[in-house]
């Protein structure tokens, strides 16, 4: 039986989320292939999700000095713990994501930062740093409301190569990605378009 971390990034409401929609059809199609396995949702907008602030630093340096936390860096420290565990403990990962003015939403990027830890899921070397954490079935939706893959944008399109970047450094290489983009371009196209996308991921579902 395999544990399944799905990362929701968007604070929208599941039916109104476009990366949601498609993150639930994918996993009601996997779960018809794995129902044993076992399924855990964490929402980043709902979730406490630290920042890189003045305490997480404080805390840090007292851990590499052997000094005495205060209690809210003792909170923060033991919480990025906790989810770069959720992270390496999981078997399967899914993150559905939304492409927003060029970029991720920036839970995202604080999700990273949580879980892109020295030690944990990455480590330094004389050759360079090296990732610590095995490989495992990685999916990334995307949704976009224009077209960033081919055509006059696309190099503005930087979200999927830093997914792919950040995910590879700490050592997860092999990603499987369903993007559905030009979403916004045409109302008369979205839904077809979803459909689209939903179809791909009924594919992979079957032997993710």
Not at 99 to 110: D, E, G, I, R, V
Not at 150 to 170: D, H, L, V, W
Not at 194 to 206: C, H, P, R, S, V
Request: include cysteine; proline fraction near 5%; charge should be negative.
């Amino acid at each position: 039986m395999a544990k399944v971390l799905y990362v929701k990034v968007n604070p929208k409401s599941d039916d109104q989320s476009r990366s949601s929609v498609l993150a639930n059809h994918f996993i009601e199609e996997y779960k018809g292939h794995n129902p044993d396995d076992t399924i855990e949702k964490l929402d980043l907008y709902k979730a406490d999700i630290p920042f890189l602030d003045v305490d997480v630093f404080s805390a840090w340096g007292k851990f590499a000095a052997h000094e005495e936390l205060t209690e809210t860096e003792m909170i923060k420290a033991l919480r990025m713990d906790e989810l770069t565990s959720q992270f390496l403990e999981a078997n399967k990962l899914i993150f559905a994501i939304p492409f927003w003015n060029l970029s991720y939403p920036p839970m995202f990027k604080a999700y990273i930062d949580t879980i892109c830890i020295a030690g944990k899921t990455f480590h330094y070397t004389e050759h360079g740093p090296v990732g610590l954490v095995p490989e495992k079935p990685l999916l990334l939706i995307e949704t976009r409301g224009g077209m960033y893959s081919e055509g006059p944008a696309a190099n503005m399109e930087n979200s999927q190569r830093y997914f792919k970047t950040i995910m590879g450094f700490m050592g997860l290489k092999n990603v499987t990605s369903v993007i559905a983009e030009g979403l916004d371009i045409d109302p008369n196209q979205t839904d077809a378009i979803l459909e689209e996308a939903k179809q791909k991921l009924t594919d992979i579902a079957g032997n993710f």
